[in-house]
């Protein structure tokens, strides 16, 4: 292994010391990871909050096999050591990682094909709110979605951090962009983004809605994130030809639809996690988002809606503002 600065043996973490609230989540010292091969070292400056954090810290989303314990999927900083077979990064260099586990940390490894360097421009918070938003909605709306230029996509919580990301990525190639968002204030924060519609859905109708603002046509993409009665109304909304795209189901995973829809419609309804894939698998992404949207963030084309940022030890104050469904965009944890 290979390492710059002196690295200290233990580190300041945050632990979910048992299930259950905010409260749970617990400084502890812990030791530094070593770095195996293929991977590398982080000193975390910043990591990025997402809604998996929240239920694994409630114990319904345990982490995968060999993946840290500690909460945390994505982080930004410099890389502070090296495992063997390491040939692109160097000791310093300013990073930003998708992380199967361990953000909420000072330190935390990483494999190197999940690490991309910090946009140009970018500060740690902000890259530290790229990586696990940047990758799920790159892979499910372009890859497994297949959306392209002048398609519609109908993506559901779209003032989320996914939401955000959503919205700004598919308008920036070329989609016709509609959303759902549950009060005024984050209709509007999405259409400042680049959505063409944004749709109240406790005031509205999606499905009528979509077929308004499409000519009757529906949306060739759906990225849905609610499931429950979602799914059968997704079938309503979708085009002929249409890729449904679930990614969660916070509304229910278990619901009825009429499945003559995906018969008559030819609808195409998949879905992926993205945690347990392969670092093959996230490399490619990787290298995918590198080449077609790095250059977007580096011009703020696209860029991380921020929405607050809390100290590490805070993580339970992060965690409650996710709760409380107030927030706009990213959340972030600041570990300078
Ligand atoms: N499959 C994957 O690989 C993957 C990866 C990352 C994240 N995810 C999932 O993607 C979702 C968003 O993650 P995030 O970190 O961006 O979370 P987030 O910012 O907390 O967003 C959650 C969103 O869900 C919406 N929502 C919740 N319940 C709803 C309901 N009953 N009806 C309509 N909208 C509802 C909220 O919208 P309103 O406030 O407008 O109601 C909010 O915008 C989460 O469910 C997360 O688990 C999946």
């Given at each position: 292994m290979a390492s710059g600065q002196k690295i200290p043996a233990k580190m300041t973490a945050i632990a979910i010391s048992e299930p259950g609230g905010p409260r749970v989540l617990k400084p502890e010292t812990r030791d530094v990871p070593m770095p195996g091969p293929g991977e590398i070292l982080i000193r975390v400056r910043a990591a990025g909050v997402n809604r998996p954090d929240v239920q694994q810290r409630k114990g319904a989303y345990p982490p995968p096999p060999?993946?840290?314990?500690?909460?945390?999927?994505e982080a930004s900083g410099e890389v502070a050591a090296l495992g063997d077979e390491i040939s692109r990064w160097r000791i310093g260099d300013r990073v930003c990682a998708l992380t199967p586990?361990?953000?909420?940390?000072e330190y935390v490894k990483v494999h190197a094909g999940s690490v991309l360097p910090l946009?140009?421009?970018?500060t740690h918070t902000e890259a530290a709110a790229v990586p696990e938003n940047y990758f799920t909605v790159w892979h499910n709306v372009f890859e497994r979605g297949g959306l392209k230029r002048g398609e519609t996509l109908l993506v559901h919580g779209g003032s989320s951090g996914i939401g955000t990301t959503a919205i700004q990525l598919a308008s920036a190639f070329g989609a016709y962009v509609i959303t759902t968002a549950g009060s005024k204030e984050k209709c509007d924060a999405c259409l400042k983004l680049g959505a063409d519609r944004a749709i109240n859905y406790r005031e509205e109708d999606f499905v009528a809605a979509v077929k308004d603002a499409t000519a009757g046509k529906g949306a060739n993409v759906i990225l849905d994130m609610?499931?429950?009665?979602y799914i059968a109304r997704n079938y309503e909304a979708a085009a002929i030809e249409g890729r449904i795209v679930q990614i969660?189901?916070?509304?229910?995973a278990v619901a009825s639809a009429d499945f003559s829809k995906i018969m008559v419609k030819r609808l195409t309804h998949t879905g992926s996690t993205l945690r347990p894939r392969t670092v093959e698998f996230k490399a490619a992404i990787a290298a995918a988002l590198e080449a077609q949207v790095w250059p977007l963030l580096g011009t703020r084309k696209v860029a991380p809606v921020m929405d607050m940022i809390y100290p590490l030890t805070d993580a339970w104050r992060a965690h409650e503002r996710m709760e409380e469904g107030e927030h706009i965009g990213k959340i972030v944890l600041d570990v300078a």
């Open positions: 060999g993946a840290s314990d500690l909460p945390g999927l586990g361990g953000g909420y940390a946009p140009a421009g970018f609610v499931g429950g009665d969660a189901s916070q509304s229910g």
